[in-house]
């Protein structure tokens, strides 16, 4: 059976020299640590405030013992694909730190770690090497090596940037958060070798290729604990917000154009077309289009509100429940592909329509008529193939 961690997540949050100004929420998500099984670490991380910092490096500079735990400056780490999580620390007790042996590797059971390696950490008495299935995943914390050390052979540590569920921060997971995503974050910690699970197969997500198969876990935004914030997302479609990969985002195949759509910005587009241009052949006398609030002042002739308004989750458009409307995207077998390559006059195989198709459920007293339309850019109004 693996040894549990204890991650000293009750911290977070305070106000305190020990600590972050602005740390990961009291109100984490996660389950509280079980009981210790034998894995406790005797080290702590302090960050100390830019003052201590000058305070340090001044004192021992006129003087002061290089065993004095206060006058030594804090360390900063600095992990290259991790920008802006550039962060100072101090480890206590630092003697007791400083007189372990430092690695390049570990092994636990009959697997090797690395550092860069992302790990998986036990907090719920599952046995190291435990066969998992796909949605076992979130029963571990992961965490990215920094630092191995050891006195010797059963005791091993680690010093480890931690990654969070979306749904563990101020704030909770948005929508563009995938069900396999997770935020890296520079909140460091001291672990026991022996907490580790297993091997996380976490991948960086650069969002440069929208075309890319995200297999398993991925990261591709931060979160520094010091100013309590996430890092900035790629913003894709007209609405500029970013991209959710467990959702469809649609290319536009004019070459002036080149905008990644979002699958739902495109089917609500096609549906309010659709709406517009049928409402008056046929609509039950009930459905009548929603009146639209005109925006309040100040008296001022200025909005009393800025920025974009949330729209109420309990409201409707007026098509819902008359017409409803799905993307097909018709992709070609590689032996077609290539049959129709060779026919092509100028060399190109042509390209295949991706298509919307939309249903009108209004006449409740006969099947539902179903037709596909072309996909229109929302950009540049050319039809996407």
Not at 15 to 29: F, G, N, V, W
Not at 326 to 337: F, H, Q, S, W
Not at 374 to 383: D, E, G, M, P, R
Request: hydrophobic share 30%; charged share 35%.
């Amino acid at each position: 059976m693996s040894p549990v961690s204890k991650r000293k997540r009750n911290e977070v949050g305070r106000e305190d020299i020990s600590t972050p100004a602005a740390q990961l929420a009291k109100e984490s998500q996660r389950p509280p640590s079980p009981p210790s099984t034998g894995a406790e670490c005797p080290f702590t991380i302090e960050y100390p405030t830019s003052a201590q910092s000058r305070k340090a490096k001044r004192r021992k500079g006129v003087g002061g013992s290089a065993d004095d735990e206060d006058l030594v400056a804090p360390k900063l780490e600095h992990v290259e694909d991790l920008k802006g999580l550039d962060i100072t620390y101090t480890i206590r007790p630092r003697t007791l730190w400083e007189d372990t042996k430092k690695y390049r590797n570990f092994v636990v059971g009959d697997e090797t770690f690395r550092i860069n390696d992302f790990i998986y950490i036990n907090h719920s008495n599952i046995a190291h090497g435990a066969t998992l299935k796909n949605t076992d995943e979130r029963q571990f914390w992961v965490a990215r090596v920094l630092e191995v050390r050891a006195k010797d052979q059963q005791h091993v540590y680690l010093r480890v940037f931690w990654a969070y569920w979306p749904d563990e921060l101020p704030g909770g997971a948005q929508e563009y958060h995938g069900k396999h995503e997770l935020v890296v974050s520079n909140h460091m910690e001291i672990i026991d070798a022996m907490t580790v699970a297993g091997k996380a197969p976490v991948v960086h997500w650069k969002e440069s290729d929208e075309k890319e198969d995200l297999e398993g876990l991925y990261w591709r935004q931060t979160f520094n604990v010091s100013t309590n914030r996430l890092s900035h997302v790629r913003k894709h479609c007209i609405c500029h917000q970013p991209y959710n990969p467990d959702h469809t985002l649609i290319g536009c195949t004019n070459a002036l154009c080149k905008i990644w759509l979002h699958d739902e910005c495109v089917i609500r587009d096609a549906l309010q077309k659709t709406y517009n241009r049928k409402k008056d052949d046929g609509l039950d006398s009930q459905e009548k289009e929603p009146e639209i609030e005109k925006p309040t002042t100040n008296g001022k002739g200025r909005r009393k509100q800025r920025g974009k308004t949330k729209k109420d989750p309990q409201s409707k458009d007026p098509w819902d429940g008359l017409f409803s409307a799905e993307i097909e995207l018709k992709r070609l077998k590689e032996e077609d592909a290539n049959s129709e390559a060779e026919t092509d006059g100028d060399g190109d195989s042509e390209e295949q329509p991706a298509w919307i198709v939309i249903t009108d459920h209004r006449d409740k007293d006969k099947e539902p008529s179903v037709w596909k339309e072309s996909i229109i850019c929302l950009a540049c109004k050319n039809a996407i193939k």
